[in-house]
C-alpha cells in the first residue's frame, strides 16, 4: 500500500525558505518517478516539481531556480528546498507518486500547508 507523509510546512516570511519533507512507504522510491504538486483556495492543482527514477528533475516555470527536489533512496524520502519563498507559493503541497513525469499523479499524501505572509 502505498503513503506518502509529508511535513515541514508553515508560516514564512516573503524570502524566507522551508525544506518539506515526504515519508514514502509501500514502494521503493528510487524505482518510480516522485513529484510534488501544490494546490491554492479557489486555484486548481498545479505540478510544482518531478524528479524521475533516472535523476532527470523537472520545474514549474515560476519555481525553477528557488526550489529543489531531491531523494534519499536509503531511507525511503524526498524533499523540496524552497528558497526565496513569496507569497503566491503560498498553497497546500502534496507529495505525489505519478504514472511518469509526462502524465498524471496516481497517489499522493495528504498535504502540509505553506503560508508565505509578512
Known amino acids: 500500500q502505498v503513503q506518502l507523509v509529508e511535513s515541514g510546512g508553515g508560516l514564512v516570511q516573503p524570502g524566507g525558505s522551508l525544506r518539506l519533507t515526504c515519508a514514502a512507504s509501500?514502494?521503493?522510491?528510487?524505482?518510480?518517478?516522485i513529484g510534488w504538486f501544490r494546490q491554492a483556495p479557489g486555484k486548481e492543482r498545479e505540478g510544482v516539481s518531478c524528479l524521475t527514477k533516472d535523476g532527470s528533475a523537472y520545474y514549474e516555470d515560476s519555481v525553477k531556480g528557488r526550489f529543489t527536489i531531491s531523494r534519499d533512496n536509503a531511507s525511503n524520502t524526498v524533499y523540496l528546498q524552497m528558497n526565496s519563498l513569496k507569497p503566491e507559493d503560498t498553497a497546500v503541497y502534496y507529495c505525489?507518486?505519478?504514472?511518469?513525469?509526462?502524465?498524471?499523479?496516481?497517489?499522493w499524501g495528504q498535504g502540509t500547508q505553506v503560508t508565505v505572509s509578512s
Open positions: 509501500g514502494f521503493t522510491l528510487n524505482d518510480y518517478d
Open positions: 505525489a507518486q505519478p504514472w511518469d513525469c509526462y502524465s498524471d499523479w496516481r497517489y
